[in-house]
C-alpha cells in the first residue's frame, strides 16, 4: 500500500552532490520539447504539451527517479517540467489500473476526519523519520479542501504541513478517474510558488484526455470495478491502510535510498533538483 501513498518530497540541495549523475546517463534522457502531444502510459491517455514545457516518457521518468535515489515501480507515466528560468516545478503522473472507481461516495468526504486521520498516521510515522535521522513533520491543514467534479471526474486536494526546524510544505494532488482506474498527478513546487505554477499546471490538465474506449464515460456494466471510492482515494491513495502511514510518509518510497544523506520537505531546495535536471539533460532547458 505503501507504493499508493501520495509522493510530494521537495530534496535538499545536498543531495546533488550526494547523486551525482554522468554524461552518459544524461545522454539517455529523452526529452520531447513542446508543442506535441505525448502519450502517458500504453493507449491509456494523453496530455497536449505546449511549447515552453518538455516531457520525459515513462521509462525516463523511472530513469531520473532512480538517479534521484527513488525506488520505482510501474505506475510512473511520464513528468512534465517547465523550460522557464522562474519555474522549477516537476509534474509527475502515476496511472493505477485497480478498476473503476464509482462516486456514488461524493458527497461523504469528510474533510475534518481525513484531516485528523492524515494528522495521526504522520505523527505515528514521525517514529520512523527519528530513527532515519529525518526531521519530524506535523500536517497543519488543508491548503486546498477536498473537491470534486462531477463532470470532469477529477478529484483535487492539497495539504499543508510543518517540520520540527520550522519549514512548510504542500502536497498538491489531482485524481483524473478514467474507465480502468486513475491518473494520479502530483506537482511539487514551493508553497510560495504555487499561485504561479497552479495556473499552469491547471491548463496543462485541461488539454488531458483517456484514449478512446478508456474515459470514465465510457464504462459499461461488467468492467473491473474498484474495490475503494473517492473518500479512500483523498484518504491515503487506495485505501485506509495507506492512509495509516501518513501523507507524507514517503521515505521508502520516494528518494527512500538517501537515509541520512538528505533533509525531506525542505522549502527552497527545489533548486538542488533543478540543477540535477540540468546535468541530465546537458544543462540546457531549452530544445
Do not use: C
Not at 189 to 211: C, H, I, M, N, T
Request: proline share 3%; no cysteine.
Amino acid at each position: 500500500m505503501l507504493h499508493r501513498v501520495v509522493r510530494f518530497v521537495v530534496l535538499a540541495m545536498a543531495v546533488a552532490s550526494a547523486f551525482p549523475v554522468s554524461a552518459q546517463e544524461a545522454d539517455r534522457i529523452a526529452w520531447k520539447f513542446g508543442p506535441t502531444t505525448v502519450d502517458l502510459g500504453r493507449d491509456t491517455a494523453q496530455v497536449a504539451l505546449p511549447e515552453g514545457y518538455r516531457f520525459a516518457n515513462a521509462e525516463d521518468t523511472r530513469r531520473l527517479m532512480k538517479a534521484l535515489g527513488n525506488t520505482v515501480d510501474d505506475s510512473e507515466v511520464g513528468m512534465i517540467t517547465p523550460l522557464a528560468e522562474d519555474q522549477d516545478w516537476i509534474l509527475v503522473f502515476e496511472y493505477h489500473p485497480d478498476g473503476y472507481v464509482k462516486d456514488d461516495d461524493r458527497n461523504e468526504i469528510d474533510k475534518d476526519a481525513i484531516l485528523e486521520s492524515y494528522k495521526e498516521g504522520t505523527e505515528a510515522a514521525n517514529e520512523q523519520r527519528k530513527k532515519a535521522g529525518v526531521p519530524g513533520l506535523h500536517v497543519t491543514g488543508w491548503f486546498e479542501e477536498p473537491r470534486y467534479d462531477a463532470r470532469t471526474h477529477n478529484l483535487v486536494w492539497a495539504m499543508k504541513a510543518r517540520s520540527d526546524d520550522g519549514s512548510e510544505v504542500v502536497n498538491y494532488n489531482v485524481r483524473l478517474l478514467g474507465r480502468e482506474g486513475f491518473m494520479s498527478v502530483t506537482l511539487v513546487d514551493e508553497p510560495g510558488r504555487l499561485a504561479q505554477s497552479k495556473p499552469e499546471v491547471e491548463k496543462l490538465l485541461a488539454d488531458f484526455s483517456y484514449k478512446t474506449g478508456k474515459s470514465y464515460a465510457e464504462f459499461v456494466p461488467g468492467d473491473k470495478v474498484a474495490k475503494y471510492g473517492l473518500v479512500a482515494l483523498v484518504a491515503g491513495g487506495a485505501g485506509a491502510a495507506a492512509s495509516k502511514l501518513g501523507l507524507f510518509a514517503v521515505i521508502a518510497k520516494f528518494f527512500g535510498k538517501l537515509g541520512k544523506a538528505a533533509v525531506l520537505l525542505v522549502v527552497g531546495a527545489i533548486a538542488g533538483i533543478r540543477r540535477l535536471f540540468q546535468a541530465m539533460t546537458g544543462s540546457q532547458r531549452s530544445a
